[in-house]
């Protein structure tokens, strides 16, 4: 869910051009993409074990999935369908010193469950007799279906929007990552991407992390001398005083021309200056972009989303061909569908 309103702010970024790679949100923004790759993946692998008659992974994966979820709703009040992002902005509100405590030692518990699912399922001989060579692609008909995500990796395709300069988005191009591929293209090779992707991001994690830690330590003189020693709080404290004026106590709520401007800019929303524009990021399933004609009002004239769902439900019928009928829940499990997209 967070990965799809990055979409749609890069999008209006891009039409503002006021795009920033090194501002603290954009750092945060990527810490929560991560988080909802685990979110997504966990969900991904441990039904479809589930599918195949694996039953143990779904209750380390859920039980990962609702601290995740908490995170959500401790910044935004929904545990789904979050309004975290904003253009140029996220909701400051939330966050905290114990937030950012909690989070990284969720990295630090998650990345222990992620070994035991990985042990569970690739020690499995029958886990592994149902994945391996089933639903196999060839990159002539990955590219012909325009899949993308861990479905075009698996056969051997680096396409990654993240690692791209030209395409790359937020502060993934400052960090240390890692991408995988497979050989086969086969239901397996898409589960191995999965995992890894997985641990991949709780690396990513410890990273934004680390630079949080950082940016904190070269701003804490803003503060004062007394909070040195608690470096999140105070700088997160510090941010979230100064946005809002609070630092004299003077915010949105005790002031009527905060009051006024806060209401207008909620009611009337951004003027976006016309233009046409198409911005993707790697969500978790793939290659999610969003176009958007503006006329210059508040309001886009037209906005088409592109989910990776629809794309990759038409190239079933080539993944199918010579397999038994009990493969096709192998086959569609590993693609990681959400049926509601493809009905959209």
């Not at 991001?201 to 904190?216: D, E, K």
């Not at 809002?244 to 976006?272: A, C, D, P, Q, R």
Request: aromatic share 14%; glycine share 6%; charged share 20%.
């Amino acid at each position: 869910m967070m990965a799809q309103e990055h979409a749609f702010c890069i999008a209006i970024e891009s039409l503002l051009k006021t795009t920033s790679y090194t501002a603290l949100y954009v750092q945060i923004r990527v810490l929560f993409d991560e988080l909802t790759r685990i979110l997504n993946h966990l969900l991904a692998i441990s039904t479809h074990s589930l599918d195949v008659g694996n039953m143990a992974p779904v209750f380390w994966a859920f039980e990962e999935r609702e601290r995740i979820m908490e995170f959500y709703e401790r910044v935004s009040g929904a545990r789904m369908h979050a309004a975290f992002y904003r253009p140029n902005d996220i909701d400051w509100t939330g966050l905290n010193y114990q937030f950012f405590l909690d989070v990284s030692i969720f990295a630090r518990d998650c990345f222990k469950s992620l070994t035991e699912i990985f042990a569970v399922l690739t020690t499995n001989r029958i886990w592994k007799s149902r994945l391996v060579n089933v639903g196999s692609l060839n990159m002539t008909d990955a590219y012909t279906y325009g899949v993308s995500g861990p479905i075009i990796r698996s056969v051997g395709v680096k396409k990654d929007i993240r690692f791209l300069k030209s395409e790359s988005y937020s502060h993934y191009w400052f960090l240390s990552i890692h991408g995988y591929l497979g050989k086969r293209g086969d239901s397996y090779d898409r589960f191995l991407i999965r995992m890894r992707e997985m641990y991949e991001s709780v690396s990513i994690i410890f990273q934004i992390l680390s630079n949080l830690t950082l940016i904190t330590n070269e701003n804490v003189s803003l503060i004062s001398e007394k909070n040195k020693k608690t470096s999140f709080f105070s700088f997160f404290d510090f941010v979230y005083l100064n946005k809002f004026k609070s630092l004299n106590f003077n915010t949105k709520y005790n002031s009527m021309e905060s009051l006024i401007n806060h209401f207008k800019y909620y009611s009337e929303g951004i003027k976006v200056p016309k233009g046409f524009i198409y911005k993707a990021v790697e969500a978790p399933k793939g290659e999610f972009g969003v176009s958007i004609i503006s006329d210059g009002s508040a309001i886009p004239y037209r906005c088409k989303i592109r989910t990776p769902a629809y794309h990759h439900i038409q190239v079933m019928p080539r993944l199918v061909q010579g397999h038994f009928f009990a493969d096709l829940v192998t086959v569609l499990g590993s693609q990681d569908i959400v049926f509601g997209d493809v009905d959209r």
